[in-house]
């Protein structure tokens, strides 16, 4: 993995990093105007890996009523251009 360096306040507790959403975009924060570089700097060191319990995979989007049954929109223009047969036949014949 390529090292990443992270800058934030030191906070009274530990603190916990969670990672791994690759769909989630990337906040914004204040924190760059904020931060002093002359600041004394100190090194953290994470623990081993381990899972978040409270983890719930993000909702699946949902999908439009064509893109779940791409069918039905074949049988509506069928549908359609049959009426549309029909309508036209029957103007044919009473023209005649």
Do not use: H
């Not at 381990?50 to 509506?76: D, G, I």
Request: net charge positive.
């Amino acid at each position: 993995m390529r090292q990443r360096k992270l800058c934030f306040a030191i906070p009274t507790q530990p603190a916990t990093l969670f990672y791994g959403a690759p769909n989630v975009p990337a906040p914004v924060y204040d924190f760059g105007r904020l931060f002093n570089a002359t600041d004394a700097v100190r090194t953290a060191t994470l623990d081993a890996e381990q899972l978040n319990p409270q983890f719930l995979p993000p909702a699946p989007p949902k999908q439009s009523l064509t893109e779940r049954y791409p069918q039905l929109l074949w049988v509506a223009l069928l549908a359609v251009v049959s009426i549309l047969a029909a309508i036209a036949f029957r103007s044919a014949k009473r023209l005649s």
